[in-house]
Structure formats: structure tokens, C-alpha cells
């Protein structure tokens, strides 16, 4: 599976409890669409660090990095040069 | 004599100091600005449009907007014009929209120009477009500003506050023009709030915490910063550093959060005031606060919906010597403990915390029965356990009632279990809190299945999605064969919340 895959699978499945693929465009934000709550982000952020092998630092928990499809596959891509 | 209305306060202000900032916020990474003078200008403008709508004097609406310039502004604008507002969370959905329409008979619905919400709702409506208001309000001239608050009636209904649920058996909390100027001057006056100070407020306007934020920083002719979601609290932690903030309004998670999950550790640079409500302050956190931010007063209060917003505060120097406090009456309210026939109990003996004062609710829209149950003989009873000790500082040991408690958000389980009970493989079901290290309490549902439905989360999962907003999502769903009740069928709910212990995390 792609990155982009597992990202989409992972929050189309927690959160949206959807198959339907055209329902999540990569450049939603997830905090305006009210798809992801507090708890919500720090479960992305444990999937990061468990299957994407990257450690998320606390200045780095922000909506630039996470708010989006886009914005986590940028970050990850940023994480892993 | 002093003011006599918010509106009037607001008024005010613009006079005498036009040009200071009322209001900060972002518009996609904009800074933007809007002075007393701009918020009052705006005010008429929504008022000019609330008119043309024709709804009569003495009417309700119903407001459902993020906190924005255009909130404020309609809000003021409604009270003006003598109409009850009531507000509901920004994330509601049309359906809880359409009901509380239908329960209160409000005859108008207001939303942003683009919310989606606006095609969704059948009644008439109002969408409002900031940026054509603010390109039109030099127009506006000082008479029209004078005229703001003719209209105004003191014992008018300002707000209807729906505490629980928009189904089954709503409370929508009455509160009149008196009630809240009453609480916000008693609030104004213990937190010693000034023209001088900034406020970073992340909590939602439409309850009564965020309302009260919102009423004092006016009534003070401070200014308002509009805050970030906490959903990312770094970039909160980060606001807090940067700017001239002088005050800083949360509830338990919110200082959890900015404690656990951020970079927040040395004291802004200008920060007085820090309060929080919606629970005592846990000895980690105190000790945390105190020595990462030595010269800020940090406010531990309490109250409820009921009470306009604030019934209790613990001054600052009492907090490390009082721990667990919720602290004493405010200025203007009267507290006691009572036993269940009503007798008043001395100090350390435990009992129902009741309130007398001038911010206390007029009653509950249309639901005498819990008004009757809440109001008696001119008390206020909160529903809350506790006890005050040799001093007479309170302490909450408890709800007799079953709200939840999420963040900042206050939740009903019988709201949630209505919705679930509605998918076909659902037996019973019950909904409880369970407690959670950041976020206070999440929301756990038990479900019996239907024989021969499967058992599955996702059918629930959808149907939640579909009609509740985020913040009343279920976070754990639990199949169990049968549900604890009492002889008389009730749901024990105390037996399931203890049948689980979630950690977060795990």
C-alpha cells in the first residue's frame, strides 16, 4: 500500500466509517470538515510514529503538518529525507 | 447609575474609546483587527439586517455560528432589537437545528453566508457576509449608534442556553438581559478586568463559559482575541508567547493539553490572569501552573449553564492552600449546602450546593417540570454534591446528575442514545463518560445487539457521523449481553463506566 493509501484508509475507516473514496479529498482540512477531534489527532500522530517510523515533536503538532491528506503525506515525505 | 444593558456598556466604549482593539483574529493567517468603534458600526449593520427580516420584537432566533466577528456582532445587534438568541454549537447538525426550531418556535435561523447549513434547515433565514458588512459601516453615523439600545428591556429573555439535548426532553436555560449583565459585573469585578487586557479565548461562545469570556472582556472595554482550535494546542501554546495577551480562559483538558502535548514552558510574557472552569484544578496541574507561571492569578471557578456562567471562584492565594476548591460565592451570589428536605447544613457536612442571586436562570423553555425540580423557594439547586469546609471554601464531590464532560463540551447520554437507538441492530443501549487523563471524560456506549443484527461498530459509527456532531461522537463502543438496571429498569449507568478502565493510548 501506498503512504497516501494508508492515510486515507486509516482516517476513512476511524473516522469517517466510509468506503465511499470520493467522500475525502486529500486537501480537506480535517479540523474544518469536523472530522478529527483532539483525541483523533493524537491517534494520527501515534500512527506516524508506529508505522511510519517518525517521532513528532511537539512543535511540529500543528495544522501545517497534520490538518490534511496533503499536509501529512508533505510532512512525512519532510520527515523521512 | 451605572450601565444598563451589555448593549448600552458596548455603546459605551465606542464612545470614549473609539479606536481601541475589541477584537483580534485570524482570517486564513491574516491578522485582522476590529476596533470598539468597527464591533458597535457592526452591531448596527446586523441590526439593519435582523429588521428587514420583520421578526417581531419579544421573538427567538436561533444562531448557529463559529466564534467571528459576525457571532458578536448578531448577538448584540438581536438583544437591540429586544429578541431572545439562541445560540447553538457550530457544528450542529440540521436536524438538532430543525428540532430546537420546532421546540422553541424561534422564528428566524442565522448562520454564516457560507455555511452549508442554510440550504439544509426550511425556515426562514438570515446569512450573514462579513466582508460586505465591514466594506459598508462607514455609513454608518453616531445617531444610528445611540439608538442601539432603545429597544432594550431589562427583563427581556437574552439567551436560551440548551444545556441538554435537543431530543427527548430539552432544557433550554432562560436567561434574561438581568441575569447576565448581574454575572458579568460580579466577574468583571473578581478578576479585576480592565480596558487594559486581551483575552485568548478558545471556548465556543454558544455556551455559557465562552458567553461569559465574551460578556466581561466587552463590558471591560478589553479586547477579545479570537483563539485557535485545541485541537492543534501547540499553535495556542505559540499565540500565547507571541502577542500582548494578558488572559487566558479553559477547562480542564485545555490546560492538560497545553501542559502535556505542547512546548508551553516558560510564562508569557504579559500573562495576569488564567481561569478555568468545569472542574476543581488536580494537584499535578496546580503545582505545574504555579511554578511554570510564578506572576499569573490563576482562577479556579465554578457554576453551571443555571447560573448565567459563574456561581464560585477560589482566589489565587488560596490555591495551593486550598487544592481541590472550587473556592467561594462571587460577588452577589449566596451559596449554601442543603440536605434533600431542603434543610441548610453546616460546614462539613455534605450535601446539594443551591445558589441564590441575580444571575440565576428564569427557568427552562417550556419544561416547567425540571424548572420546578431546579427552582424552589428561590434557590437554585445545581444537582451538585459537596460541602464547604471550617472557612467556608466548597468542594464538589460529586453530580446527581449524568452530564458528561468532554473537554469543553457538556453532553447528555440520552441525547446520544436516542441516535443509536435508531440503528436496526440495536437492542438497548446506554451511554456513559468515562474518564479520560486529557480530555476529562470520553463517550462510551453499551450496546445489546438484536439477535440475528450483527454486532457491528461501523452501522453505529455512520449513523452517529450522520446525525451528531464531532464532539458527541462515541469514542468506545462496547457489545454486551445485557445492561445493569435497578429494580425499577433504570440503567445503573455507575456499573458500566466502572465495568471499563480506558487508558489513552493503549
Known sequence: MTTETTLRKFIMENYMFTEDDTELKNDHSFLDMGILDSMGILEVIALLEDDFNITVEDEEMIPENLDSINNLLAFIQKKSA | MPSTSLVTTLIDHANKNPDRPALKYDVKGKSKVISFIELSKLVVFFRQEVKKTSIPKGSKLVVCIDNSPEYIAVLYASWSLGLTVIPLHSQSKAREIKHILDFTDAK??????????????????????????????????????????????IAQIA??????????????????????????????????????????????????????????????????????????????????????????????????????????????????????????????????????????????????????????????????????????????????????????????????????GDNIMQ????????????????????????????????????????????????????????????????????????????????????IVAKKEHPAEDKIIRAHCRKNLPPHKQPKLIYWVSELPRTSSGKVRRHLLTESIVHKPNS
Open chain 2, 108 to 153: 428566524l435561523f442565522i448562520a454564516k453566508i457560507n455555511s452549508p447549513l442554510i440550504g439544509q434547515i426550511g425556515a426562514p433565514y438570515l446569512a450573514l457576509n462579513i466582508e460586505d458588512a465591514i466594506s459598508q459601516i462607514n455609513t454608518i453615523n453616531s445617531t444610528q449608534l445611540s439608538e442601539l439600545d432603545t429597544e432594550m428591556d
Open chain 2, 159 to 356: 439567551l436560551i442556553l440548551f444545556t441538554s439535548g435537543t431530543t427527548g426532553n430539552p432544557k433550554g436555560v432562560m436567561l434574561s438581559n438581568h441575569n447576565l449583565l448581574a454575572n458579568t459585573r460580579s466577574i468583571v469585578e473578581y478578576l479585576h478586568l480592565s480596558k487594559d487586557d486581551e483575552v485568548y479565548c478558545v471556548l465556543p461562545f454558544t455556551y455559557s463559559y465562552g458567553n461569559s469570556v465574551l460578556q466581561t472582556h466587552i463590558f471591560a472595554g478589553a479586547c477579545i482575541q479570537l483563539g485557535r482550535s485545541m485541537l492543534y494546542p501547540q499553535r495556542i501554546a505559540e499565540d500565547l508567547h507571541k502577542s500582548s495577551i494578558t488572559g487566558f480562559s479553559g477547562v480542564p483538558s485545555s490546560f492538560q493539553m497545553l501542559l502535556q502535548k505542547t512546548s508551553f514552558s516558560k510564562s508569557p510574557p504579559k500573562l495576569r490572569y488564567i481561569t478555568q472552569a468545569g472542574g476543581a484544578m488536580n494537584t499535578t496541574t496546580t503545582n505545574e501552573l504555579l511554578s511554570l507561571l510564578p506572576d499569573t492569578d490563576i482562577f479556579v471557578m465554578y457554576g453551571q449553564t443555571e447560573a448565567s456562567a459563574r456561581l464560585s471562584y477560589l482566589p489565587p492565594n488560596k490555591l495551593l492552600q486550598k487544592v481541590g476548591s472550587i473556592g467561594i460565592a462571587i460577588p452577589g451570589v449566596t451559596l449554601a449546602i442543603c440536605d434533600e428536605q431542603g434543610n441548610l447544613l453546616a460546614n462539613n457536612q455534605t450535601g446539594e450546593l443551591i445558589a441564590k
Open chain 2, 363 to 446: 427557568g427552562y423553555w417550556n419544561n416547567a417540570e425540571e424548572t420546578q425540580k431546579t427552582l424552589i423557594n428561590g434557590w437554585l439547586h445545581t444537582g451538585d454534591l459537596g460541602y464547604a469546609d471550617e472557612e467556608g471554601f466548597l468542594y464538589i464531590q460529586g453530580r446527581q446528575k449524568q452530564m458528561i464532560k468532554s473537554g469543553a463540551n457538556r453532553i447528555h447520554p440520552e441525547e446520544i442514545e436516542e441516535i443509536i437507538s435508531e440503528c436496526n441492530n440495536v437492542g438497548e443501549v446506554a451511554v456513559t463518560g468515562v474518564q479520560d487523563e486529557l480530555l476529562g471524560e470520553i463517550i462510551a456506549v453499551f
